[in-house]
């Protein structure tokens, strides 16, 4: 398995609450997006990194990927917890939160778990997917029919998150999984990739370029380009 990553800044930020995982012994990724002022996103995503790679340092691989989404929701639950206690404890920190996206690749099965709007994509034979849904107000405005899909990028409820980790005590993950094929990749993003290109852009780009690390940096480059107005987190993996 090929793997390239980055992380940014991006243009307006003072800081970087984007943080990211890449365990490829254990075949463990994660992307986290911390929200939350005076620096709480940055602690919020700090975290939920620090705490699961803890947490699976305690495992061994083979444990993970023998049960990957009870350890990994078990992992994110855990992280949680901690997460909305320092919340509590600390008023400056007060409803600091976190997304996450985290995948498991063992062999050729791809198992995922997400919470708030950092996304997994796979990109097969030329066509990009999906695979998350984001836990967003406008997501759910769509799904209830009080708003059109295509008007749900530009939605003032957009970024407003319906799930976030130490957001609530207990926490509500979604999982996924799937078969993976040799040449598949594996896209994980925060939604500061996302919210600068369009799906058929990412594909575009994945596209023109059969070298991962030319791929990560052609998408950043076109997401600055287009403003860079948030982090921009993005793990790439090719089977």
Sequence with gaps: MDIAYISDIGLLRKRNEDHYLVMDKYGLFIVCDGMGGHKGG???STLAVENIEEYMLTLSANSLWEEPISILNAAICKANH??????????????????ITAAVINKKQLSAANVGDSSLYMF??????????????????????????????????NHILTRALGAQEDVLIDNFEHRL?????????????????????????LNQNDNLENSINTLLEAALKKGGYDNITIILLRI
């Design 42 to 44: 940055e602690i919020a």
């Design 82 to 99: 901690l997460i909305w206690l320092q919340g509590q404890e600390n008023p400056e920190w007060h409803e600091m939160g976190t997304t």
């Design 124 to 157: 097969r034979n030329g066509k990009l997917k999906k695979i998350t849904r984001d836990h967003t107000l406008a997501e759910k405005m769509v799904a209830d029919g009080l708003l059109k899909n295509e008007d749900k990028k530009n939605s003032g409820y």
């Design 181 to 205: 094929y040799a040449g598949d990749l594996v896209l994980l993003c925060s939604d500061g990739l996302t919210d600068m290109l369009e799906n058929n852009e990412i594909e575009s780009i």
